[in-house]
């Protein structure tokens, strides 16, 4: 499976940005993805993970509320809604592909990053 991120940017405090992972391969709808941010001088960090039908879904705590995960199998694609960004929110942001969410620790896939810059 290979995954490309993208729809960062530079944004403003209080705005929104939707990110998406674009699967591909037969057996992408397989996995489950997950979202992952890796911000200036911090190790990479869990954001939200989605299972592979799209009905269980989990987020990092203080995530919850403001950023959602979704998944269009139709059209291989995962995405993460992350609203009311704050500067906190600055981060390279990374799609990953387990087998199952238990297993997210260690996906078996990553696609490359895609910045996301919240100015104040």
């Known amino acids: 499976v290979q995954l490309q991120a993208s729809g960062g940017g530079l944004v403003q405090a209080g705005d929104s940005l939707r990110l998406s992972c674009a699967a591909s391969?037969?057996?992408?709808?397989?996995?489950?993805v997950g979202w992952f941010r890796q911000a200036p001088g911090q190790e990479r960090s869990f954001v939200a993970v989605i299972n592979q039908l799209g009905g269980v879904t989990d987020y990092e705590d203080a995530l919850k509320g403001r950023f959602t995960i979704s998944r269009d199998n139709a059209e291989n694609t995962i995405y993460l809604q992350m609203n009311n960004l704050k500067p906190e929110d600055t981060a390279i942001y990374y799609c990953a592909a387990a087998f199952e969410i238990a297993t997210m620790t260690s996906p078996e896939y990553w696609g490359q990053g895609t910045q996301v810059t919240v100015s104040s």
């Open positions: 391969g037969r057996t992408a709808k397989n996995y489950a």
